[in-house]
């Protein structure tokens, strides 16, 4: 299990401090205690290793990605470098969300999903 101490950390990063005290920030925390310190880091390690720039640029399909403004985990900025990267994509920012915005504004989510599927048909 993570350490309190840990999972605050984590959590804050997670969401933004307006969200901090919301139900679904409680389940949340209660996952990231229930995972093993050590499955947690090896993840950490690999997304921090992966390089997926080559394969980002062979993407041909529509692609929509969804970022929180707030997001200091993987910012803006990261989400706008891979929809450079992708040809085409598409890229919304959504405010008051920070790196999980399907919990934190999922209404939000759901809109700029609808919106970039309905454009295909």
């Known amino acids: 299990m993570a350490s309190p101490p840990l999972a605050d950390g984590v959590i804050a990063r997670w969401v933004t401090p307006a969200f901090l005290e919301a139900p679904e920030t409680t389940g949340l925390r209660t996952m990231l205690l229930r995972t093993p310190p050590e499955g947690y880091a090896a993840c950490a390690e690999a997304i921090g290793a992966a390089d997926f720039t080559e394969t ?3 993407i041909r399909a529509r692609t929509l990605v969804v970022v929180g403004a707030e997001d200091e985990a993987t ?8 929809c450079d990267a992708i040809p085409g994509a598409d890229l919304v920012v959504l405010p008051n969300a920070a790196h999980i915005p399907t919990v934190e504004q999922p209404l939000a989510v759901l809109a700029a999903m ?8």
């Open 75 to 82: 910012p803006p900025s990261s989400a706008e470098a891979l």
């Open 114 to 121: 609808t919106r970039f599927l309905a454009a295909t048909l």
């Open 56 to 58: 980002s640029r062979s």
